[in-house]
């Protein structure tokens, strides 16, 4: 993602342009749900619009983005009656079997493994900006991608280049 | 390996284009629409006349519900008002009729007059608000925007300016758009500065609170007051004060908490009418004082009886509020209108 091309006054609509599939995917990967990955980007974007907070740079606002997207869904994991009421089919329609097949051992993972996978490998964070912007210790992100890095290789029983 | 595999996948993610459409609706009345530019007269003279001449043939055909339309379409954009093209497909629900006047297309933007008339009763009037519910389905993204720009009494008709921008260079001419609406809200009522009827100096110390989760918040002080991680602590809902005077918006608390004034509003079944509010505070100077921050919770979500409480924080000194008067902006509906409207109409260019 390109932070340069957006300025930090930039208006409402652009950012959330330029951040919707940030945050969606962020959501999905931690929920894996399109229902909860759904209510996660409004609430992140409803906040977004009402607090308008100001933000040192770029770099900040995507922080900022990504701290809120993983503390709502947080929120809404904590809720059990949310679980339940999940339709098991509400997914996404991915293009191939790998991908079906990668999306559902990933599934099998805890969610905070999920979340620091996809920092670390989609958004191309270091474990010292993720512990920055999860506020963990980048010891506990070493030991949580380390772990996620040996359940994907018992779980996908392939030799993955993680 | 597996970054490629985990990007092939992720990238088939994304918001749904109605879901994003959405959010940004919601923002479209905040610092966005004030970077609209104005409209530009861009189109030949011919084009300009041609269309004048068409629409002059085409107006003693329409009815008189259309006139005022096109003269609210000449105050809203009157140095463009002659490039729209007449639609005129309509659709009936409920025995309220939608109806697609007339729609213009320049450079990557489509703006769109929409009516909603009454055909039966007095369910539209002045302050008719779709209410979130409207959809607009094309096939290229986009953003999207709808205001109410007028109503007439006469015929019971609003007037409505849908206004779309096209994200890429595609060209949008030719392509057809479907517009719906499921329900409206109306009879609005609106009261800016309201005294509220409370002796702030009797305010008391709550006895009991109760640790809620929030839906969310606001406020210049929201973030130092309440982190994403922490649940706010908040008033246990009284009865409703009688003398309120805003119909549909209860006061069910008013208290200090933590050396702050807390100040609790119940709004039932919030889905259905959109009430909603603020307070603020005068000084003896006249100068209004914002809550410090506010945040909301609900005592349920998808069953009947959900309420959703706001409450509005003070950092004022119990000692020093008798100082002050209590103030607040509210707006409440009065009638909720369902149905299924829904057009489909094709967009053409001008040229």
Known sequence: ?162 | MFKERYSHMNNQIHPRDQLLQDILDSAHDGDCSKRIEPLRLKRPVVALVALCICLTMAMPVLAATVEPIYQLMYMVSPSVAQFFMPVQKSSESNGIKLEVVSSYIHDNIAEIYVTMQDLTGDRIDGTTDLFDSYSINRPFDSSAHCQLIGYEQNTKTATFLITIDEWGSQNIAGDKITFSVREFLSHKNKYDGLEIPVELSSILTAERTQTVSSNGGGGKDYQSYLDFERNPIALIPSDPMEAFPVDGIDLTGIAYIGGKLHIQTAVKEPLDNDNHGSFYLKDATGTDISCNYSFSFSNQYEQPGRIDYHEYVFDIPQEYVSKYLLYGDFVTSGMKTKGDWRVTFPLESTE
């Open chain 1, 1 to 162: 993602m390109k932070l340069q091309s957006l300025r930090t006054d930039d208006c409402v609509g652009d950012v959330i342009k330029f951040y919707s599939n940030m945050v969606y995917r962020l959501a999905f990967a931690r929920t894996g749900t399109r229902h909860d990955a759904d209510e996660i980007f409004q609430e992140v974007f409803f906040r977004y619009i009402k607090k308008q907070p100001v933000f040192e740079n770029e770099a900040h606002r995507k922080a900022w983005f990504i701290k809120v997207t993983v503390n709502c869904s947080k929120k809404l994991w904590g809720s059990a009656w949310k679980r339940k009421i999940i339709p098991l089919e509400e997914t996404l329609q991915f293009e191939t079997k790998e991908d079906i097949d990668l999306y559902n051992e990933l599934q099998q993972l805890p969610a905070k493994y999920r979340e620091v996978i996809h920092l670390f490998y989609y958004e191309d964070m270091t474990t010292e900006e993720i512990a920055k912007v999860l506020e963990r210790k980048n010891t506990t992100v070493r030991t949580q991608l380390t772990r996620a890095r040996v359940l994907l290789k018992n779980i996908l029983k392939e030799d993955y280049d993680v």
